[in-house]
């Protein structure tokens, strides 16, 4: 029998659809913006789903949002955070977490 996962979170997450865009620097000293899915929020930080993916120690500004459809649903986040952990396929599906350091006030 697998063993259970210790639960390492500090602060609540939120389970809700936010979209968007992360955008980071490359090893190349090039500049990356990313389609991602963000799977978890806390106030800490953020998993992302992501095709590409920044490496650990990386900054990332994030801008995400989540549209229900409804005027006064809209949901907007700016954050900038560093890159925590990096999963690659086929493990998972592929993403990252990352750590904030400032966000903005949800909108």
């Known amino acids: 029998m697998p063993k259970k996962q210790q639960e390492r979170r500090q602060t609540a997450r939120i389970q809700i659809l ?37 490496e650990v120690g990386a ?11 409804l005027k006064q649903m809209k949901i907007s986040l700016k954050a900038v955070g560093t890159v925590t952990r990096v999963d690659v396929p086929p493990e998972s599906p592929g993403g990252f977490a990352i750590e904030f350091q400032s966000f903005s006030d949800l909108e």
Do not use: F, M, N, W
């Not at 490359?26 to 920044?54: H, M, N, W």
């Open 18 to 54: 936010l979209i968007g865009e992360a955008t980071y620097q490359t090893s190349d000293d090039g500049t990356c913006t990313a389609q991602v899915v963000a799977r978890d929020v806390s106030e800490q930080g953020a998993y992302l789903i992501a095709k590409t993916r920044p």
């Open 59 to 69: 900054r990332v500004e994030l801008d995400l949002r989540c549209d229900a459809g």
